[in-house]
């Protein structure tokens, strides 16, 4: 099992940037992938970055040109790094992490989540 602790939420002013940190802890040698997804209130989760061991990484198309995600797998760690925030960009932000056990068995975990608040 594989444990997720997010932080770098907070409040910060349109335009501003933050930078959230995810830890994970437990059996990770099996994880080959991490990311950041997000729900705003009244909305469904949403993915915003992924990125793989080997370093591949996928943004949602609201995060392009923005936020920049990275690995630091020495220490099993996945950033998220957010400019030009937007008030939309208001919500929870979730770490998540994949896991391949073995041919057909994957779990995935997730973090309790940080608010970021975007406004003036």
């Known amino acids: 099992q594989v444990q997720l602790v997010e932080s770098g939420g907070g409040l910060v002013q349109p335009g501003g940037s933050l930078r959230l940190s995810c830890v994970a802890s437990?059996?990770?040698?099996?994880?080959?992938?991490m990311g950041w997804y997000r729900q705003a209130a009244g909305k469904q989760r949403e993915l915003v970055a992924t990125i793989t061991n080997g370093g591949t990484p996928n943004y949602a198309d609201s995060a392009k040109g923005r936020f920049t995600i990275s690995r630091d797998r020495a220490q099993n760690t996945v950033y998220l790094n957010m400019n030009s925030l937007k008030p939309e960009d208001t919500a929870v932000y979730y770490c998540?992490?994949?896991?391949?056990?073995?041919?057909?068995?994957?779990?995935?975990?997730w973090g309790q989540g940080t608010q970021v608040t975007v406004s003036s």
């Open positions: 437990g059996s990770i040698s099996n994880v080959n992938s």
């Open positions: 998540y992490a994949h896991e391949l056990v073995r041919a057909f068995v994957v779990r995935d975990y």
